[in-house]
């Protein structure tokens, strides 16, 4: 796999992880733990996304 597909892999997961926390979010009843643990997944995406970005 080459640097593009590869970023443009870990964007798709970015975007999903996203839209896994707003969903998450409308419910009250919601485990915060998850959406905690989906958002250090997400940023720790977007921190490699840079990384590469950068090479």
């Keep these: 796999m ?3 597909s590869r970023i443009i892999e870990l964007q798709r997961k970015h975007i999903s992880l996203a839209e896994a926390v707003k969903v998450a979010q409308k419910f009250p009843a919601s485990d915060h733990f998850r959406i905690a ?3 250090k ?7 490699e996304i840079s990384r590469l970005s950068q090479i």
């Design 2 to 4: 080459n640097l593009n």
């Design 37 to 39: 643990e989906l958002k």
């Design 41 to 47: 997944k997400k940023l720790l995406l977007k921190e």
